[in-house]
């Protein structure tokens, strides 16, 4: 137990007692600064009726009213912060993309008022979150992270007379998914059928499942990002920052056989910029299982793997990671074991 801790209470919000005296304590911040001030009371009824009315005086006085603001303003002075914040554009668009997750998943969130949101109701959404609607762990960080901004946000405003709800609530441990991909068969009856119904989604297929990038990343490619001399393809806009990946040899075929005699350099590769929805009907008609765009980097790197020729940190380079591998080890583990194993039943 800490010093502090020994000698000081939490009896609720805002409110403490000083163990010595028995002595209560308004405990409360004002834009973003600590105050502690005492109630001259040792009587908890009391403590809570001089508690109302201090906390009344300091929203109509030193905050001006914005500790009575609503989640709904929140977001809106959030929106503004993130446009002047220096920062990638693809990290403020997933912030943006994050606060709509909220919202969803979030019981009358923007009519919230900021200042009685607790630690139980985030904790309470995040659970729900993946519970309920269904989203992964990582998802639920990411949001969870956005929420901690924005309280940061109204700490320095003044919006808030105690700690951030935030505060204590941890992120939940990463549950990758076991990768559920097709058969080879399956897979390139897949390919033929997305082809028959769109010419340029097929392309854009196989080229998520021949360079292992995510569909973001391909969407902004062009020919001049190619250089045929070095054997090289450059995603100038990845989901960290630009990396270059070697040309496979399936990969160098598939865009020497794409590639228009007329290209220029600033022309995209891909025609086209999306094929969830093609996909997911080609799924449904051949009674395979759902696949995303990411499923197809999944397959790329699956495919890698399986060839027992390129190490995971290699292998990591050429999908945009920089951790040396780690998450590839962490993620595809028990796919390398289990291929390993049935390598060694042909020893």
Not at 207 to 218: E, H, M, P, V
Not at 304 to 327: M, R, Y
């Amino acid at each position: 137990m800490s010093k502090n801790a020994e000698i000081w209470e939490h009896v609720e919000t805002n409110l403490i007692r000083y163990k010595p005296t028995g002595g209560y304590y308004v405990k409360a911040k004002i834009h973003g600064k600590k105050v502690r001030e005492s109630l001259d009371t040792d009587k908890l009824l009391e403590a809570r009726r001089l508690l109302v009315g201090w906390l009344s005086k300091v929203r109509t006085g030193a905050s001006k009213g914005k500790t009575a603001s609503t989640m709904k303003s929140l977001v809106e002075d959030y929106k503004i912060w993130l446009d002047g914040k220096i920062q990638a554009e693809r990290t403020r668009q997933c912030r943006l993309d994050n606060l709509k997750v909220i919202s969803k998943t979030w019981l009358n969130f923007e009519q919230a008022k900021i200042s009685r949101v607790s630690r139980h109701d985030v904790q309470v959404w995040r659970d729900g979150m993946v519970n309920k609607f269904e989203y992964s762990h990582t998802q639920a960080n990411q949001c969870l992270g956005t929420l901690r901004q924005m309280f940061r946000l109204a700490e320095d405003k003044g919006m808030l007379l105690h700690d951030a709800p935030t505060l204590g609530v941890k992120e939940l441990p990463p549950n990758s998914k076991k990768v559920k991909l097709p058969t080879k068969e399956q897979f390139e009856e897949l390919r033929k059928l997305v082809y028959k119904r769109s010419p340029d989604g097929g392309e854009l297929f196989d080229f998520l499942a021949l360079s292992g990038s995510r569909i973001t990343a391909s969407q902004s490619v062009t020919w001049g990002d190619v250089d045929w001399d070095k054997n090289t393809l450059v995603f100038e806009k990845a989901k960290k920052r630009p990396y270059t990946m070697p040309l496979t040899k399936s990969l160098k075929a598939f865009l020497l056989k794409i590639k228009p005699k007329d290209a220029k350099d600033t022309d995209e590769i891909t025609k086209v910029d999306s094929i969830k929805k093609v996909l997911g009907n080609c799924c449904e008609k051949l009674k395979i299982p759902h696949l995303s765009h990411h499923a197809l980097r999944k397959w790329f790197i699956t495919r890698v793997i399986e060839t027992n020729k390129v190490d995971p940190q290699t292998l990591s380079w050429w999908v945009g990671h920089h951790d040396g591998g780690v998450l590839l080890q962490k993620t595809y583990g028990q796919l390398r074991d289990e291929h390993s194993q049935e390598l060694a039943k042909l020893i």
